[in-house]
Nanobody, 117 residues
Framework: QVQLVESGGGLAQAGGSLRLSCAAS????????IGWYRQAPGKERELAAR??????TTYADFAKGRFAIFRDNENTVFLEMNNLYPEDTAVYYC????????????WGQGTLVTVSS
């Protein structure tokens, strides 16, 4: 079973930056895609950014120009978040999908990002 472990969340000031990491138990190249969702209190979970095994990236409108997703050559995917807003406060979840996940979505436990004004 593929496992995902997030890290890097914490407290940031508005305008600041954070980098989230997601370590997968498999090489990211074996996944169709891996990415980040977020869920703010009282809101639905939403996609922030995703990267495929061919390095095609997808960003939510709120992430464009501020967030960057990239992966290393091994098993980790990163989400660089710049110019943070208080509205970016949420639990950020790593998500992966592929043959190795049994063609189902796999989720990490989440990491909390809090942005203060």
């Amino acid at each position: 079973q593929v496992q995902l472990v997030e890290s890097g969340g914490g407290l940031a000031q508005a305008g600041g930056s954070l980098r989230l990491s997601c370590a997968a138990s498999v090489r990211t190249s074996t996944l169709n895609y891996i990415g980040w969702y977020r869920q703010a209190p009282g809101k639905e979970r939403e996609l922030a950014a995703r990267i495929t095994n061919e390095d095609t990236t997808t960003y939510a409108d709120f992430a464009k120009g501020r967030f960057a997703i990239f992966r290393d050559n091994e098993n980790t995917v990163f989400l660089e978040m710049n110019n943070l807003y208080p509205e970016d406060t949420a639990v950020y979840y790593c998500n992966a999908f592929g043959l190795v996940t049994g063609l189902r979505d796999v989720w990490g436990q989440g990491t909390l990002v809090t942005v203060s004004s």
